[in-house]
């Protein structure tokens, strides 16, 4: 009788627990209240590369004049200029300008900030070196730089690649679902200019910038908007090292330092088989239709494959032409800054920096990333 009673007990306990935390998700909307960006001033064009050398991963010079290689590069990635970070700027400031232009434009007191979470893949690094600096943590600097004295307030960084802006906004949705937060400062910031191996054409791509958002945790009652799904995937065998550190391509270069690399080939197929079905998932478990979704902010990182995952989503719904201006695009202008090209496009999209698209209330959008790990993950979002 007595073991009985226990499991009774469990049982009910249990089912008490399960309800209760799907009334909680049922009754908690995360809404982005203000948004900011912080894109550096120093604009390095595709003709400052013109005149580089450019070695392979086997340390031969490339038998292909730079001026070529450049103009290839355009017309792959599509980009034509990037933006770097000034010598005296690092990631951490840049994340708290970021940060200080969400909090204003959420009109929110600082103190009452439950997290503040910080994506970045390299933490500070100072110029002219390629060594790491997160102690203290790039979250706990920019608390540090908002003033905040609250000790509630709870900094920390996250390390995800690309994705990390957007994980951390899952995170902060989990938060406000479990009762743990209310309030979260998502920020992504990186300055990769400063680990970059100028002999690599790879390190074309890559640039500098910071993003941030505010988000709150609302009644569902009371709004419509906030976050309706999360997908999130990673792929760690081979895929691991798809991106990663090292050596310089140089031959005579310093074995000791190592720089950003990536196997881009392996990327563009990953990302090609992978991200179009994690997005389809998402939107699957939002409840909305294809044909609801009015903008994607996906990654910045090279337009064709960004142009081929937008294609092969709509592929999956059975839609041969994906809508005209369904994916706003800021990399001809500001190159890949990694976690921060989510934020920042949609920063400028929000501020209307880009005519050409407008968000609308009651309108899904998806945020969308896929990153060393290999990492992808997916946001579907009711503005």
Request: charged share 20%; hydrophobic share 40%.
């Amino acid at each position: 009788m007595g073991n009985n009673l226990v499991t009774l007990s469990c049982s009910v306990a249990c089912t008490f627990s399960h309800s209760t935390h799907f009334y909680m998700q049922e009754m908690i909307k995360t809404v982005i209240t203000g948004t900011g960006s912080y894109i550096p001033p120093y604009v390095k064009t595709n003709r400052d590369f013109a005149g580089h050398n450019f070695y392979a991963e086997d340390n031969t010079l490339l038998d292909i004049e730079s001026h070529l290689i450049v103009e290839k590069f355009k017309q792959i990635t599509g980009i034509q200029e990037r933006r770097y970070a000034p010598s005296g700027i690092e990631s951490s400031d840049m994340a708290y300008t970021a940060a200080k232009t969400a909090i204003e434009d959420a009109g929110c007191d600082p103190e009452t900030i439950d997290q503040i979470i910080v994506a970045h893949n390299f933490g500070n690094v100072v110029k002219h070196t390629i060594q790491t600096d997160i102690l203290p943590a790039l979250a706990s600097r920019v608390k540090h730089s908002l003033g905040i004295k609250n000790p509630s307030c709870v900094p920390y960084d996250i390390l995800f690649g690309c994705p990390g802006w957007v994980q951390g906004l899952i995170q902060a949705d989990a938060y406000f679902k479990a009762g743990i937060a209310k309030k979260c400062l998502v920020i992504g910031t990186e300055t990769l200019s400063r680990v970059l191996d100028m002999y690599d054409r790879d390190s074309m791509i890559f640039s500098d910038g910071a993003g941030a958002c505010v988000v709150e945790a609302k009644d569902a009652s009371a709004t419509q908007s906030g976050i309706l799904s999360a997908s999130v995937q990673s792929h760690c065998n081979e895929e691991v090292n798809y991106l990663h550190l090292g050596k310089s391509n140089y031959p005579d270069s310093d074995p000791r330092i190592r720089y950003i690399k990536m196997k881009g080939r392996k990327v563009y197929e990953y990302a090609m088989k992978h991200v179009p079905a994690a997005m389809k998932i998402c939107l699957d478990k939002s409840g909305a239709d294809i044909s609801e979704l009015k903008k994607v902010f996906i990654h910045q990182a090279n337009e064709k494959m960004d142009e081929g995952i937008i294609k092969e989503l709509y592929k999956l719904y059975g839609i041969a032409k994906a809508p005209a201006n369904i994916m706003p695009m800021s990399i001809h202008n500001l190159g890949n800054s990694s976690v921060a090209t989510i934020p920042t496009l949609f920063d400028m999209v929000k501020r209307g920096q880009m005519p050409e698209h407008q968000l609308h209330t009651g309108d899904v959008v998806m945020f969308a990333s896929v990153g060393a790990g290999m990492n992808i993950n997916a946001v579907c979002y009711r503005m």
